[in-house]
């Protein structure tokens, strides 16, 4: 947004929206919040709801403002937010900080407007060309790889948050940010010959209240959006039947793979466990280690869930990669896109069949505690939980090493190397200790 206060912040309070965004180390903008909410606070609130065209209740002291579909209230002078009942589900502006950031930038220095009816491309706004390396990497392709070939989890997503479907690409749909401020999300399918591929239009009146850097943001909520609204609203293959997961995995299908198997087989192991301790709670003999037992069954619950939920995302962070190993490497520039591409899905590639990696060490640990002090009629069940978690862990290992032996960013792999190798040596001794103890106790 076009603000004399734009630079005005102690550089160490906040990493800058470029860094945060994969721009370069030099760009300005940033998210000094402490400064904007000052500024903010300082503010007539009067001024701004007559400039934007917005309600302001004196009485309460609150703005009424639309953002991506949902009516919230924003109190002044602390810029508190909450928002109308809908069916929304997801409420960006109540968690994303880009989002608030966004919003107290628009309070502070929007203008009211309506476009013309055309729509530019990132290119076309003014100093769009400086980020549009970033802002195709970050949200253009970043959009292609994650619903190119999902359109039908993107029409229900946008569907579900009321959008406007619009004649573009294969299919589009137009989401108004603000008032006025409307942006066109447009997706061509892509095939065996030709990875998917994407575009986002702003509509004409955008650098009226925003900056190019501003526009940036803006397609990282609305991607971000619409990936928390796929986890709520979409059927994933952490909910598909048994044998339908299975039949897929099966497949020729790039996702599910074994990250996301892994995912599920320490899930499995993790409920394992619980099952332990459910045989366990409320029986007289074991009612020294009721209160531990409980204590343990409910991290396992939220275990049992993160690692269903690492299924998915197993899946979502793997395509783009599978993409991209498909981009063109014919000419220099193309060879140069596609290796600065690839380290990045690369680096996504890894986060999960990490974070599951950590997951089942976790789980490890809390079987141990039910093998050893749950019901003996049910120790088996630790056994084979210790087992499923142990493949789950060694499982998830090879689909981080397989990614960072691709990297050029060597510190980095070698760093996730390290990390995933002290996983393995500390719990994958843990869990055959614990299975052999219960081999033992059985035999």
Request: glycine letters at 8%; hydrophobic letters at 40%.
């Amino acid at each position: 947004m076009s603000s004399d206060i734009k630079t005005i912040f102690d550089p160490a309070e906040m990493e800058s929206v470029g860094e945060k965004l994969g721009y370069g180390k030099d760009s300005k903008e940033r998210l000094p919040w402490e400064h904007y909410l000052s500024q903010y606070q300082e503010a007539d609130p009067k001024e701004i709801a007559e400039r934007l065209g917005i309600s302001y209740n004196e009485e309460e002291k609150s703005f009424t403002l639309k953002f991506l579909g949902t009516t919230y209230q924003i109190s002044w002078p602390d810029f508190q937010v909450s928002h109308e009942a809908d069916d929304m589900g997801f409420y960006p502006l109540e968690t994303m900080v880009y989002a608030r950031t966004l919003t107290i930038r628009f309070l502070l220095n929007g203008a009211a407007s309506t476009g013309t009816g055309k729509f530019k491309t990132y290119r076309e706004m003014p100093w769009g060309e400086v980020y549009l390396r970033q802002f195709d990497g970050r949200c253009i392709k970043r959009l292609a790889f994650s619903y190119g070939n999902r359109i039908k989890d993107f029409q229900a997503i946008m569907e579900h948050i009321h959008c406007v479907p619009v004649e573009h690409g294969d299919i589009a749909y137009q989401l108004e940010i603000f008032p006025g401020y409307l942006v066109q999300m447009i997706l061509w399918e892509g095939d065996e010959e030709f990875p998917p591929s994407s575009q986002i239009l702003f509509s004409d009146n955008f650098p009226l209240s925003f900056e190019a850097e501003d526009l940036a943001v803006v397609g990282d909520i609305a991607i971000g959006t619409l990936k928390k609204m796929k986890e709520d609203f979409t059927m994933g293959f952490s909910t598909v039947p048994c044998n339908e997961f299975v039949e897929v995995l099966a497949s020729k299908a790039p996702v599910p793979g074994g990250g996301g198997a892994s995912a599920l087989v320490g899930a499995i192991g993790t409920a394992l466990g619980n099952m332990v301790g459910s045989l366990t709670v409320g029986k007289k003999k074991y009612a020294d280690v009721e209160e531990e037992m409980q204590e343990l069954k409910a991290k396992c619950d939220v275990l049992q869930k993160e690692l269903l939920t690492l299924v998915e995302k197993d899946a979502e962070v793997f395509e783009p990669l599978s993409k991209a190993y498909g981009m063109p490497r014919e000419t220099e520039e193309e060879k140069a896109e596609k290796a600065r591409v690839m380290e990045i899905v690369l680096k996504d590639a890894c986060s999960v069949p990490m974070e599951i990696m950590e997951k089942c060490c976790e789980a490890i640990e809390l079987i141990v505690e039910f093998g050893a002090k749950g019901s003996k009629l049910a120790i088996s069940d630790a056994g084979v939980g210790a087992a499923f978690c142990k493949a789950a862990l060694q499982g998830a290992s090879l689909n981080v090493y397989i990614n960072t032996k691709s990297m050029a960013d060597r510190e980095y792999a070698e760093e996730l190397n390290r990390k995933a190798d002290a996983m393995l040596e500390k719990y994958t001794k843990i869990a055959d200790d614990t299975f052999n103890s219960v081999l033992g106790r059985l035999k």
